[in-house]
Each structure stands twice: as structure tokens, then as C-alpha cells.
Antibody, heavy 124, light 111 residues
Framework: EVQLVESGGGLVQPGGSLRLSCAAS????????MNWVRQAPGKGLEWVSY????????YYADSVKGRFTISRDNAKNSLYLQMNSLRAEDTAVYYC?????????????????WGQGTLVTVSS | QSALTQPASVSGSPGQSITISCTGT?????????VSWYQQHPGKAPKLMIY???NRPSGVSNRFSGSKSGNTASLTISGLQAEDEADYYC???????????FGTGTKVTVL
């Protein structure tokens, strides 16, 4: 069974830093591209960042570019999001999500498996 | 990169069909067949319902179907059921520097 478990969320002051982790199990983590997607309280989904299976390709949303860094450790089956210079508008539940793969093909722009999310609150 | 535009709410009676629209531009929805749709129940993680405009992952009911015309993609739910009441989001690849964009979200209510 595919499992994605986020951790590392919490309360942080504006300007502070936080590192989120996503522990993956039940599949060959090193074969899948991964994403971070966030959802502010009562609001819609916002894509945050993408990393390819080998870490060779990385993308960020404009809203986090220069402040957030995505990374992964395939030996530890883990995905990370280093968040610096945090702002109130970064307050959200952060989900890690795996690209959808079926029948030997992977569909980079669709996510079939999601964690339960970890809440990040930026407030003084 | 602005969010794709969806109606805030759509409603229907059990057994009816409803359609949710998702409007973008030629840089995202209109330019590529990389539109996906997600269902999200309150307090839960999103669930993939449609990928690449019109394909259903295994396990998703065939009551859900997707299509696209120009810069607008659509999700149709036929034979509406109480369990379909949820928020629905579209998502698309975008040729801008940011790779992906989500829609504003649509709350589906089963009357």
C-alpha cells in the first residue's frame, strides 16, 4: 500500500524557517517524481513545487521561488521542503503528492497519491 | 500565473448530470492535453478523478468524464449521487515558468 506521511509542520514567526518531510513507503520512491501542494485554511489548492525522480529537474511556484527549496533522498525514501523567509500567506496545509503512473507510463502533471498533510502556521 | 477559473458552486439532484468548467488560456488548458481533475471531501486529501483531459484512473467510476474545447476543460458527473458532494479542482500544465496551476475550485452540492 502506498503511504505518504508528512511531518515538520507547526507554528513559526514571520521571517522564520521550517523544514517539512514526507516519508514514502509501499512503492519504489526513486522511480517517481514528487510534488508539494498546499491549501490555505478554507481556500483552494495551490501547487508549490516539483522534483523529478533523480532531482535533475525542479520547478517552483512564483509565490515561493527564492524562499523554498525542494529536495529528496532516495536512499531514505524521503521528500523535503525547506521553507525560509516565511510569510503569513504561507499558512496552509502542505501535502506531498506522487505522480500518477499506470501500465508502465507516468503522467507527470497528475497526482494519484497524497499524504494527509501537515499544517504550517506563520504568525507572531 | 493566475489560477484557472471555475464556477464557485454547482448543484444538482440525485440522478442528474452536472458539468464543471475550467477556463484557462492557450498557455495552459488550451495548449496542452495535461488537464487533470481532483475531488476533495472536507478534511481529506484530494483524489485524482481524471488525467490528461479525459482519462480515468482505475477505480474511478465511469460516471465521471472529462473533455476540453479550446481554453476550457470540463468535468461531467452523470447519475449524481450523494457521495459526489465535494469540492472539485482542475489542474493544468502551464508553459510559464511555474509548471502547474490549479483551478479556483467548485463546490458540488447534491440537492
Amino acid at each position: 500500500e502506498v503511504q505518504l506521511v508528512e511531518s515538520g509542520g507547526g507554528l513559526v514567526q514571520p521571517g522564520g524557517s521550517l523544514r517539512l518531510s514526507c516519508a514514502a513507503s509501499g512503492f519504489t520512491f526513486s522511480s517517481y517524481s514528487m510534488n508539494w501542494v498546499r491549501q490555505a485554511p478554507g481556500k483552494g489548492l495551490e501547487w508549490v513545487s516539483y522534483i523529478s525522480s533523480s532531482s535533475s529537474t525542479i520547478y517552483y511556484a512564483d509565490s515561493v521561488k527564492g524562499r523554498f527549496t525542494i529536495s529528496r533522498d532516495n536512499a531514505k525514501n524521503s521528500l523535503y521542503l525547506q521553507m525560509n523567509s516565511l510569510r503569513a500567506e504561507d499558512t496552509a496545509v502542505y501535502y506531498c503528492a506522487r505522480d500518477y503512473c499506470s501500465g508502465g507510463s507516468c503522467y507527470t502533471h497528475s497526482n494519484s497519491d497524497w499524504g494527509q498533510g501537515t499544517l504550517v502556521t506563520v504568525s507572531s | 500565473q493566475s489560477a484557472l477559473t471555475q464556477p464557485a458552486s454547482v448543484s444538482g439532484s440525485p440522478g442528474q448530470s452536472i458539468t464543471i468548467s475550467c477556463t484557462g488560456t492557450s498557455s495552459d488548458v488550451g495548449g496542452y492535453n495535461y488537464v487533470s481533475w481532483y475531488q476533495q471531501h472536507p478534511g481529506k486529501a484530494p483524489k485524482l478523478m481524471i488525467y490528461e483531459v479525459s482519462n480515468r484512473p482505475s477505480g474511478v467510476s465511469n460516471r465521471f468524464s472529462g473533455s476540453k474545447s479550446g481554453n476550457t476543460a470540463s468535468l461531467t458527473i452523470s447519475g449524481l449521487q450523494a457521495e459526489d458532494e465535494a469540492d472539485y479542482y482542475c489542474s493544468s500544465y502551464t508553459s510559464s515558468s511555474t509548471l502547474r496551476v490549479f483551478g479556483t475550485g467548485t463546490k458540488v452540492t447534491v440537492l
